[in-house]
C-alpha cells in the first residue's frame, strides 16, 4: 500500500514543535527562518522538506516548505518561503520566539554521486529554496559549485550570502536588469562541458 506524506502528516504524526529564532527578508515578500527543530535538523537530508501542521491556513492543503538549510550540531533548521502567499502563510507571520508545529522531513531528497567533482546547480527564484542545502552540502563535501539563477527582475535575486563563499553564483533577469538578459536556460551551454 502506499501512502502519502500529506496522509501521513495528517493522521499519524504530531509533528515537532519548532520555535522561530530569527526571520529576515531576503527579497521583496520573501522570508528567510531560522528554527530550533533539533529532531528534524537531526535527519533531514538536502532537497527534503517539511509539512507546517500549525499555523495554517484553514481550508487549504498543508504546505510543503522546502528546507533550504540546516545545522544537525546546532538543531536548527531554515526555511525561504514568499509571504502572505498560500497555505504556508501563517508562517510567515511568526515572530521570534513563536513556535509551530513542523513534521517532516518528506521527500526523498538529492543524492550527490560521490563520483562528481563539478556541480552546476540550476534554479529559478521558486526552487531556489529547495537547492540552498544541496549546495551547502556540495561545497562541505570538496565539490566546486556553480549556481545559475533565473528571475524575472533584479528586485527578485536572492543575495549571495544565502550560498556558500565557495560557490559560483551567476544570474540570468529576463528583462535584464542584472546579469545574463534573458533565460537561465542560455547560459547552461558555457558550463555543461564543465560540470
Known amino acids: 500500500m502506499v501512502r502519502t506524506a500529506t496522509a501521513r502528516a495528517t493522521t499519524t504524526s504530531t509533528g515537532e514543535e519548532a520555535r522561530l529564532l530569527e526571520t529576515r527578508e531576503v527579497t521583496p515578500g520573501r522570508h528567510l527562518q531560522t528554527w530550533t527543530a533539533p529532531d528534524i535538523a537531526r535527519s533531514v537530508q538536502p532537497g527534503q522538506y517539511l ?3 500549525a499555523p495554517r491556513t484553514p481550508g487549504l492543503l498543508l504546505p510543503a516548505v522546502p528546507v533550504s538549510g540546516f545545522d544537525r550540531v546546532g538543531g536548527t533548521i531554515r526555511t525561504l518561503l514568499a509571504a502572505a502567499r498560500g497555505p504556508a502563510a501563517g508562517l510567515t507571520a511568526l515572530r521570534a520566539g513563536e513556535t ?6 518528506s521527500g526523498r531528497g538529492f543524492a550527490l554521486d560521490p563520483r ?8 529559478d527564484v521558486e526552487g531556489f529554496a529547495r537547492v540552498c542545502s544541496v ?3 556540495a561545497v562541505a563535501t ?3 559549485v556553480t ?5 524575472p527582475s533584479v528586485a527578485e535575486v536572492y543575495p549571495s550570502s544565502l550560498l556558500p ?3 559560483e553564483y551567476v544570474v540570468a533577469t529576463a528583462d535584464g536588469s542584472l546579469g545574463h538578459h534573458g533565460q537561465v536556460a542560455a547560459l547552461v551551454p558555457e558550463y555543461e562541458a564543465w560540470a
Not at 509551530?100 to 522531513?105: E, T
Not at 562528481?116 to 534554479?123: D, E, G, K, P, T
Not at 549556481?147 to 528571475?151: D, F, I, M, P, T
Open 147 to 151: 549556481v545559475l539563477l533565473g528571475a
Open 142 to 144: 570538496g565539490r566546486q
Open 116 to 123: 562528481s567533482r563539478y556541480l552546476l546547480v540550476i534554479a
Open 51 to 53: 509539512y507546517a501542521l
Open 165 to 167: 563563499d565557495e560557490a
Open 135 to 137: 549546495v551547502d552540502e
Open 100 to 105: 509551530a508545529r513542523l513534521d517532516g522531513p
